[in-house]
């Protein structure tokens, strides 16, 4: 089966750029996605098919795609930006999730 | 406002059925593929299964549940279910209701854009 992979944890300090990465056998065919999770509150989507940004999603969250990795971008890291970060990918018909990853902002 | 609200959750034995409702408002709900989304306690997100807008037709499972799963919609009453069969208790979770995302004339299976805020399901003996 298909598997996503996300480092367990980032931390970045105030001000500055976060990046987390998405690792998964040819994800640039597979429209990765990716959702902010803030503790005891329902997932938000925040970049689907790699770049695109949903209306009301802050411009500093983007993404790219480089062959087998999937990154999302947020520059200018602000505290409210401090949640899980889930990446997500088409294959095959089903929806797959990677693990999640911590963000710290301190 | 655009919404989905979740019912239907509960303790429930092992073995046993449940079936789940996700209600819809201020959208236009037959044109949307709906999904269910998963998450055990502590746990990430796991997608369970989508059902396409009625003029496409068809819905998918995940492996975990397929076979015992099965989603449906009432496009008149904006409703989508999950009927839940043959629990185990690997399935207690938070259930999910979300949107497939559409934008400029294409619609998506595989962006969620809304979320409900979810139900909870717990199997115990």
């Known amino acids: 089966s298909y598997e996503l992979t996300q480092p367990l944890s980032v931390s970045v300090s105030p001000g500055q750029t976060a990046s987390i990465t998405c690792s998964g056998d040819?994800?640039?065919?597979?429209?990765a996605c990716w959702y902010q999770q803030k503790p005891g509150q329902s997932p938000v989507l925040v970049i689907y098919h790699y770049t695109k940004r949903p209306s009301g999603i802050p411009e500093r969250f983007s993404g790219s795609n480089s062959g087998n990795t999937a990154t999302l971008t947020i520059s200018g890291t602000q505290a409210m930006d401090e949640a899980v970060y889930y990446c997500q990918a088409w294959d095959s018909s089903t929806v797959i999730f990677g693990g999640g990853t911590k963000l710290t902002v301190l | 406002e655009v919404q989905l609200v979740e019912s239907g959750g509960g303790l429930v034995q092992p073995g046993r059925s449940l079936k789940l409702s996700c209600t819809a408002s201020?959208?236009?709900?037959?044109?949307?593929?709906m999904s269910w989304v998963r998450q055990a306690p502590g746990k990430g997100l796991e997608w369970v299964t989508f059902?396409?807008?009625?003029?496409?037709?068809?819905?998918e499972y995940a492996a975990s549940v397929r076979g015992r799963f099965s989603i449906s919609r009432d496009d008149s009453k904006r409703i989508v279910y999950l009927q839940m069969n043959s629990l185990k208790t690997e399935d207690t979770a938070m259930y999910f209701c979300?949107?497939?995302?559409?934008?400029?004339?294409?619609?998506?299976?595989?962006?969620?854009?809304?979320w409900g805020q979810g139900t909870m399901v717990t199997l115990s003996s």
């Open positions: 040819k994800l640039g065919n597979k429209y």
């Open positions: 059902i396409r807008a009625n003029k496409y037709g068809g819905a």
């Open positions: 979300t949107r497939g995302l559409c934008n400029g004339g294409n619609c998506y299976e595989d962006a969620f854009d809304i």
């Open positions: 201020g959208f236009s709900f037959g044109d949307y593929a």
